[in-house]
Each structure stands twice: as C-alpha cells, then as structure tokens.
C-alpha cells in the first residue's frame, strides 16, 4: 500500500512516531518506516540500544526509557521510540558499517532491533493497523 | 554626511521608509514597552574619528611593556616565540578573516581545506589519527576532555597530577562540575617530582574515567613512565589523556606513540601572538576509535567528494554532535571556536617542516638547560628543584633567607628583566619559587644577562 | 552583477593538500644558529618520527592565499546569516590589536608592565555595563556559548548561596541549541517552553512552568524569529516570583542598542558576542568573545581574577581576592585581541553611532520583509503586522508542498548570486526556515540586489525547478557528497594516507 510515495506494508503494525512492529512468535523486531527514512534524508548513523537494555511503552512526555537508540541524518537526529515495554534481544549490527540500509530497505534489511515484549496483550492494542497508520499519514500533508 | 560604516544615508533610509510604509523609523521600535525604552542616550566615552581612536589606543597601550622590549622569562601557558610575518599576513586575509563558520561547504572550500590542513598537523605532531578543528584554550581541551571520558566510559573519577597548572586545574574543576565527576589529586616524587605510580595504582579502580599528565609538567620536568602510566590506565579500563605544549613535540615523542587516548594541548605556541593570554588555541585530538569519536566535542572537518564522485572536497562532518543540532545531548555547547588560530598553527608548523620544529625545540630546550645550569650554579639559588629531564621550562628557587621570589623578580624587573611566575602562593611547600622559560627568542647572551641580574639580586658573586 | 568564485583546481581535486605539496628538505622558515650543547632527552621520550609537510615561503604564501580565494567572507559580498550579525569589520580595529605593545605582553607580566591592557579592558566594561544596563562585566569567556556555560554556573553559585537546590533551566522552543547545551553542561535539567502563536513565549505556559526548581529561564529578546518579546516585562516577573534567574542571550543585541537595555527588561545575566555586535571578525569560526554582565546581587560570583583600580594610587590590578568566585573558566583574562578590536569600534560609533547601528539594522530587516511579504513561496509564519527587529524568519513550505524546493536549495542557489546563503532550518518552529539578517552594513542597493534574486528564484521554482536542485555551480566546488562524509569520515591526512583506495 502507498500513502502518496511512501510505502505501508500489510503484516506490520506501526505507530505516531513512525516505527514498524513486526510480530515472530513471542518476539517482536522494530524498525522505522519508509516515511521516517524519507523524512530524515540520508542516515549516516544508528546508535543501536544496548541489548539487555529494558524499555517502557512510549507514552508522552517521551523519556530516555522509552528509546531504542537513534538515527541520525547529516543534520537530523531522530530517536527511535519503542513501541511496546520489553527488553531489548537482539541488534541489527550490520547498521553499524552499512546505516544506509535504513533509506535502501526500511522494512527489511534496516531493521533496528528484536524485543522480547513483556506485556503484548495491555498493548497491542495502541499499535496502529496498516490501514489505520495510512489515515495517520494522510493527516500529515 | 554619510557614516563609515553605515552606508544608507539618512536620506536613503527615509525613502526606503517611505517604499515599506513605514513613517518613522520610531515606529520599527513601537513594540518595545515604553516602560523599558531607553529614551536617553547611553553614556559612553565620545564618538571619535579613526585617527583619534588609534592615537588614544596607541597612547593607552604605550603604557604596556611589551617583552619585545625588555627580557621576559615567562611562560606557563602561553609561550612567546618569532611569528614569521607570512603567517599573520596570510591569516589576515580577509576571506579567512570575515568569514563566518564553514556551514556553506561550496563557497568555504578555502577555510575548510585550511582547517582540514591543521586538523592533520595536529595528528601528525601529537600521534593520533583524529583533531578537532579547535577548542578555546588547552584548559577548557582537558575539561572537555574529562567529559568525554566519563561519556565513553560511564564512570565518574578523574586522576589529576598535584602538579597540574592550578589555573587549568580551576577550569577543569568547572567543567567537571556539571556531571559531578570526582577530581583527585595524584602525588609526586619529591626528588624529581614524578607522578607516584603507587599512588595512581591504588587509585585506578573500575570507576576512573580517565588519567590525565601533563607533558612536559607545569614546572617544565618530563614525565618519564609514561608507558607505565598508560599502561596502568588501559588496565584498568580508563582513558589516558596528555597534555602537551606542541613545540615539545618537535623532539619528544608523541604521545600516541606511548599509549595516549586523548591529546589536549596549547596551541598558541604556533603561530599566535601572546597577546595578554588570548586569543589562544585548544588543541584536541584522539584515536580513530568510532567510540571515541562519536563523543568528540566540537567541529569536525572531513574529506569527501562531490555528489558526481569526481571532484575532492572538504565539509563539517558528524554535526549531530553539536549543541545546533543535538541541543542539551550535544557532546558540547561550544559553536564559536578559534579557527584562525588554527590556521594559523598549520601555516606556521608548515612553515617550520620537521626538521625546523626540531631544532627549534631543540634551541628552546638548549637555553632552558644552560640558564639551569649557570643559575644552579649561583649561591642562593637552586635550578631545578627537581632532578628530571626538562624541556624548556623550569623552577627556580630562592633559597637565600631574606629574599622573596617576588623580591627577586622587582630587583630583576630594574634591570629590565621579567623574571618567571612565582608558584609560591600555589605551592608553598617548594618555598620561594618562579618557572621559567626560555625560546628561540633567548640567546646565551641574553641568558647570561638573566644570571648575572640575578647574582647581583642574591648578593652572590658570579 | 555576476559571481564566479575562484577555483584552483588541478585533475580530481580543488588546490592540492599542503602534505600532497611536500617535497623532502624544502624549509619556510630560519631558525638562529645553536650554539649551546644538546639537550639528551631520555630515550622512551625522544622523537624519532615527524612527517611535517616541507614547502618554502612562496610555496606556503601561494598555498593558503589560493585557499582564502576559494573562501567567502564579509569582505566578498552580502552575508545574511541569520543570528550571526555578519557585519563589516573595521581594518583599524585589526591594525590596532597587532600593535606590539598589544599583543606582545605577557599575562603574568608585572601588572606595573601592563597597566594600558587593564585599563583598555576595565574601560571596556565599563561601555558594556552601560550598553546592557546591568552592575558588572566579565571578560573572560571565549565565545558566546562559553559566556552562556559561565553564565549557568554563576546561576548555581546564586541559587547554592541561597541553600536553593534548582536544577531546571526554562529554554524556549525557538532558542539557540546553545542554550539547551550549556545548561546541560552545567548540570542543569532543561525544560522547553512553546511558543505562541505571535511568535513570542507563550506566558501561559511559562507561568504552568515556572516553580521552585526553576533556576533560569534563558531567553535571547529580540527572539530568533527576529520578533521582541514585549512581555517581557510579564515574563521576567514570572521567573523572579519563584526566584528564578533571567538569562540574556546577547546573540541579537544588533537589534536593540540604544533602544532598550537587558538589565532594564530585567534580566539578571547578559552575554555580549563581541564577535557579532560589537564587530570583531569571525575568523571562519573564531576567536570570538563572549563577556557576561551581571545584577549586582551576582557580581560576587564572577570569575577571577577582576579588574580594579586603586584610584588612589591610579592604578588597575588584578583581584584574586574574591571568595565566592565560581573560579576560572579559561586560564587567563579573556581573548585580549578581540578585546582591543570591540574596544575601539565601541569608541568610533560612540553613544550616537551604536543607535544608529540598530537603526539602520533593523530598517534594513524590515524592508527586505516587507519587499519579499506576498511574494509566491515566502511565508511570514508568525505575527506579520507589526516591526521585525534586526532579522526576519521566512518559511518556504508553500515552494515545498508545490514545487518540492526545500529551504536549503534557496540557500545553495543565492550563493549563485554571490549572496552568502541565509541560515536556514532555523529555527526549528518554523517549517523550511529561512533566517536573514541583513545587518547595517548593506546598501539599499545590495538589498534590491538581494531582493531581486529571492524573487528571481521563486520564479524558478515554479518553472525549473531542476536548476535550483543542481545549484550552486557558481561557487568553488558543487555540491558535495555530505552523507559519504560523515559515513566514513576521513580527519586528517593520516586517516587518508591509510585508505586503501583515494578521493
């Protein structure tokens, strides 16, 4: 599905601040979505989360709990914010040398990170449907 | 009449008043309550023409002595040496000089690649891959140098000689108060005044961010173990930080070459005017290590290419480091530096080559041991005060009862000669003592003047 | 009028690197002879290593006037970087700090030996304790941001001496990354206020905001949308109720010399960038100055030393004796340098001339807001009825939604215009911002020049886009690949010499 030139794909669940959740098992794998990356312009830089690291669903105001590291354009820093509460299991490391793989395949190879969630029913339900993130974006112009 | 350097005309300015519909210039200022309106004139000295203004400078300034006139033997931060005059006529070129910082990398390639230029000098001088495009001065380096260690680290201790520059030492405690990190002092040997590696030993636990030694030492002795030093550092898992005088480094070794994470230093030295202790050059330079670079403070210039690939070009990299964009994660807050000091480092160490930085070091280091020698020589006096190899500064003491290092500098200030800084409010404990400091700018006749005025002053026959 | 920068440039690069010029025994320099023994330097410690480029005196002269051609400064053309006050910078001023007896002394000289340096630097602040309404200077910060750091650092020693524990710095959302930065450099945790929809803080919110942990609330008046605060007044009493601080960033003081004063707004810390208001020359990033003034009931915290005089025996001195001084923040008295150049353009404006700056300033902004107001493309996002001061904010998200030209693209095509590109994406309130700042130097001339241009490329957006996005290709080099530069960043010559295949 496209929303203007930005890609949504189906299978994913998403949020406001334009991270994309994909479900496998027990585990969840986060990354940004086509818009983010389109919004940021060239990444030269992923501050990957530690893993182990514990985070909280993000909620506004918005705290360093709630992060999953950041990506960072030429003149942008953007802080990855984590879609549900849960600890952090697995990086993508492969960012670290190739962090263009977030603008070549946002919902592929330039996944971010795998979290082990530690309430998916309380919070499934405040991730946004495909359907329901392409109306989110229209909003945005 | 037109101003100088206002060149719309009060009758311009009417009219372009009058194109915007505007109908006085008052009204621009209408927003401001009148509450606070300044509705007097601001009491200032008069307005002067420019000739007024540069004899009253001139006259003003007339009441200084400069050390071009008189015999100085001071140092202790800022370094006088010969700038040779293309390096000051060159920074003084007005696309150098009036530009703004190189945020617009097409019509800045000259200041970039200049910046560039000196950021390389620094590396190859100080042993390490990485240099910042300067910071204010070498304290406000190390305070920003202990930062960046407890951001790499995540640790809190910072390990300090006692022999530290008090006046540095009183920045860094500034600098280091923000995050809270934990300052300790390190001892020394009294003999010759080493760091006490026991001491640095005991002190090196898991929570030390960073061991810093500066080399040469305030008091101008070398710090011999450094590789102990580093490695004790590395061990225990802390960042090793040296601080430098660059000229020393035309014949000591770099400290990359001995284990050094992080180089700090003066860079004034080259190619900058003492000018009263500002402006000056921080020197910051690290390993190519991506933890440690990601952590730098302040500008960053690197080499790319042109979009089409085919063209070399140079650009600010790694701004999202910066307070303009990271705003309070930024690594710093520092926007304005001292770029042209910087240029003018590398125009001046470019000017020296290798082997000239050499010899001039060596000359420095030269004058340093021969006014030790005749002045240890002297009944009253005692130079060094420590047995250690020294560069091109050292510690003088006073040890004739009745007499004051401050005495001793007013009676050599009669003779025309500025002694060193007294260090005896700062140390007491190494009584009646002065560092000094000797250049390409002594010759063994002006030393010798130095030794005799100050035979004279201890009432010692030479 | 046409601009072409110039270009040296040879096969696949602009002039080649000092290093890659290097040829072996060359020397740019004569040292005097030695005639005293060697020095044996213990051998852990001795060198025996140095690659330093090697070139003479002509080569080096060539070399870095070459560069400086390739290179744009305020004596080139227009340069409207906003919040950046690029002015013209007197030559006497230059002429004046090269003098020896200026810039040949030493700071820990005799001060007897320095008596005319003290009194160019007590009778400097003396005009900026005037100028900025406030009880006392400081000299000694380097820069701006480094004034702010003290800055907050004098608000801690205040707020401590008071057994007060505040750890919050109030920041509005249009302020200088700076501020944010200091603060937190300072230990403070900083709490973002909005703004209205003037453009101005939002005084509700910064009334919800205030409280007893407010330590500071630092604001620069006129604001970054180059607008006044004018309630001020409201906003100062609102800090001070919970006792708070007011901190003053002089960034914009082009904007108000004369007219207003900080200490009378109420502001209880000011920084000056001598740099930009008091014209000393950037350098291409420094050295600047960033003296601080401060309310009586602060100045016991300043740095030292402090410049006195003992009128009786008509002499200054240096004051260490100050208890509860914050300390040092640089080693020794401040940039003396530029001191001496802010110090003598302060006296050939003279009270008159200083207002005469704003003047001139200000009605330059205006006009250039005025002239560019309705065309196709610039949009004023705030409060466009009344006066700007010495800036205006543009946004151009119309060029953007209809033509997809984004803010820096106008930036690289006026550098096409021999303009110096205006700052933009800031601030970060106003979407696609373009910031100009004219100063008082421009002629009405420059700024029809200027003018022209902006509508000229507004007309290109709509009709070739495709020769903005190639912009500027009147400049020394194109448009060059920043991402590649900051993905693997290449710093220095050693770096290079390392990489296995060469740009």
Not at chain 2, 70 to 78: A, E, T
Not at chain 3, 197 to 217: F, H, M, N
Request: glycine share 8%.
């Amino acid at each position: 599905m496209k929303v203007g030139e930005h890609e949504i794909l189906e299978g994913l669940y998403y949020t406001r601040s334009h991270e994309w959740i994909k479900f496998e098992g027990n585990l969840a794998r986060v990354g940004v979505t086509d818009y983010a990356q389109k919004q940021l312009g060239d990444v030269v830089y992923v501050e990957l989360p530690e893993i182990g690291k514990s985070v909280k669903q993000t909620t506004e105001p918005k705290t360093k709990e709630m992060e999953l590291g950041a990506v960072e354009s030429i003149k942008a820093v953007s802080a990855v914010y984590s879609p549900l509460s849960g600890t952090v299991k697995e990086t993508n490391q492969v960012l670290q040398d190739r962090p263009e793989l977030i603008n070549t395949s946002p919902y592929s190879e330039g996944w971010i990170c795998v979290l082990e969630p530690s309430n998916i029913e309380g919070e499934r339900g405040s991730l946004l449907s495909p359907d329901a993130y392409a109306t989110f974006l229209k909003t945005l112009g | 009449m037109g101003h100088p350097y206002i060149p719309n005309t009060r009758e311009i300015r009417e009219q372009m008043l009058d194109e915007i519909g505007v109908a006085s210039i008052d009204e621009l200022f209408a927003d401001i309550p009148e509450k606070i309106r300044l509705r007097r004139e601001l009491k200032l000295p008069r307005q002067m023409s420019e000739l007024e203004v540069k004899r009253h400078v001139q006259a003003m300034q007339a009441k200084n002595k400069p050390f071009t006139k008189m015999l100085s033997f001071l140092g202790g931060g800022v370094w006088p040496h010969h700038i040779p005059p293309h390096v000051q006529s060159l920074v003084q070129r007005s696309e150098f000089l009036t530009s703004y910082t190189p945020y617009q990398a097409e019509v800045s390639q000259g200041m970039l690649q200049a910046l560039f230029e000196y950021q390389s000098v620094v590396c190859e001088l100080t042993g390490m891959d990485v240099a910042n495009a300067s910071m204010y001065d070498w304290a406000t380096a190390i305070g920003e140098a202990v930062l960046m260690c407890a951001r790499v680290t995540g640790r809190k201790k910072v390990l300090v000689p006692e022999l530290i520059s008090p006046e540095r030492f009183a920045v860094l405690q500034n600098y280091a108060s923000g995050p809270g990190l934990e300052l300790v002092k390190l001892g020394f040997d009294w003999s010759t005044g080493q760091l006490d590696m026991s001491q640095l030993r005991a002190e090196l636990g898991q929570d030390v961010a960073c061991v810093y030694i500066e080399n040469p030492s305030y008091l101008g002795f070398l710090e011999t173990h450094v590789e102990e030093i580093a490695d004790a550092a590395h061990h225990a898992g802390a960042l090793f930080t040296v601080g430098v005088n660059p000229i020393s480094l035309g014949m000591l070794k770099a400290p990359g070459d001995y284990g050094a994470d992080i180089v700090v230093g003066e860079g004034q030295p080259l190619g900058s005017p003492v000018s009263f202790g500002g402006p000056t050059l921080g020197i910051f330079a690290c390993r190519d290590d991506q933890k440690l670079v990601r952590q730098i403070p302040g500008r960053l210039i690197g080499m790319t290419a042109t979009l089409d690939g085919k063209t070399r070009g140079f650009t600010m990299v790694l701004q999202t480091r910066e307070q303009h964009i990271r705003r309070e994660r930024a690594t710093s807050n520092i926007c304005s530096n001292e770029a042209l000091c910087a240029v003018a480092a590398a125009i001046y160490t470019v000017s020296l080559g290798s082997r000239g930085l050499r010899e001039l070091a060596e000359i420095c280091a030269a004058n340093a041991s021969y006014a030790m020698k005749e002045l240890d020589a002297i009944d009253g006096l005692e130079a060094p005060i420590f047995a250690s190899p020294h560069f091109n500064e050292f510690t003088l003491r006073c040890t004739q009862p009745k007499l004051t290092i401050e005495k001793l500098n007013t009676k050599l200030l009669k003779r025309e000669i500025q002694g060193g800084k007294p260090i005896s409010r700062e140390f007491p404990e190494f009584g009646e003592t002065a560092v000094l400091c000797t250049t390409e700018l002594h010759t063994k006749e002006s030393i010798d003047q130095l030794v005799d005025a100050a035979a004279e002053a201890v009432g010692a026959r030479r | 009028m046409k601009f072409k920068q110039a270009s040296w440039a040879s096969d696949a690069c602009l002039e080649p690197l000092v290093f890659e010029l290097s040829r072996a025994n060359r020397t740019g320099y004569t040292l005097p002879q030695k005639k005293l023994p060697e020095v044996n330097i213990p051998e852990n410690l001795a060198r025996t290593k140095l690659e330093l480029p090697e070139l003479s005196e002509p080569e080096i002269v060539r070399h870095y006037t070459r560069l400086s051609q390739m290179n744009y400064g305020v004596d080139s053309g227009f340069y409207p970087l906003g919040s950046c006050t690029m002015k013209y910078n007197p030559k006497i001023c230059e002429e004046l700090a090269a003098l020896e007896t200026a810039s040949c002394i030493h700071p820990y000289q005799d001060e007897d030996t320095v008596q005319g340096a003290l009194e160019l630097m007590y009778k400097l602040e003396r005009c900026l304790t005037e100028i900025a309404g406030v009880a006392r200077v400081c000299l000694h910060p380097s820069a701006g941001a480094h004034g702010e750091f003290l800055g907050m650092l004098l608000t801690r020693a205040y707020h401590k001496s008071r057994g007060k524990e505040s750890k919050e710095v109030i920041v509005p959302d249009s302020a200088h990354g700076t501020n944010f930065a200091s603060a937190a450099m300072a230990g403070f945790d900083v709490i973002v206020v909005p703004s209205n929809s003037r453009g101005r803080v939002d005084i509700e919110a910064l009334r919800k905001a205030v409280s007893k942990k407010t330590a500071a609330l630092m604001l620069t008046n006129p604001n970054t949308l180059g607008l006044f605060e004018d309630e001020i007044l409201e906003i100062a009493e609102a800090v001070h109720k919970v006792g708070g601080l007011l901190y003053y960033d002089g960034a914009n003081l082009n904007g108000i010399l004369g007219k207003t004063r900080p200490g009378d707004m109420g502001f209880d810390i000011v920084h000056f960038n001598l740099h930009k208001t008091f014209s000393t020359p950037h350098g291409g990033g420094g050295p600047g100055s960033g003296p601080i003034g401060v309310s009586r009931k602060l100045e016991k915290f300043l740095p030292v030393p402090v410049i006195e005089y003992n009128k009786k025996r008509r002499r200054y001195y240096l004051d260490y004796n100050r208890p509860q001084s914050v300390g040092k923040i640089k080693a020794f008295y401040g940039n003396f340098g530029v001191l001496v150049k802010a110090y003598a353009y302060i006296l050939l404006m003279g009270a008159n001339g200083l207002q005469e700056i704003t003047e001139a300033a200000v009605l330059n902004a205006n006009y250039i807001t005025r002239k560019l107001q309705g065309v196709e493309g610039y949009e004023l996002k705030f409060d466009a009825s009344g006066p700007c001061k010495h800036e205006v904010v543009f946004s151009v998200e119309p060029m953007k939604k209809n033509y997809g030209v984004k803010a820096h693209f106008i930036a690289k095509r006026l550098l096409d215009f021999g303009v110096h590109a205006p700052t933009y994406y800031f601030p970060p309130i106003v979407p696609e911002a373009l910031m100009i700042e004219p100063t008082e130097t421009e002629t009405k001339e420059e700024l029809d020049r200027f003018i022209a241009a902006m509508k000229e490329i507004a007309e290109e957006a709509k009709s070739h886009p495709d020769k903005l996005l190639a912009a500027p290709t009147a400049t020394a080099i194109g448009r060059l690949d920043e991402a590649k530069a900051s993905r693997e960043p290449i710093l220095s010559w050693r770096m290079y010499r390392k990489l296995p295949s060469k740009i």
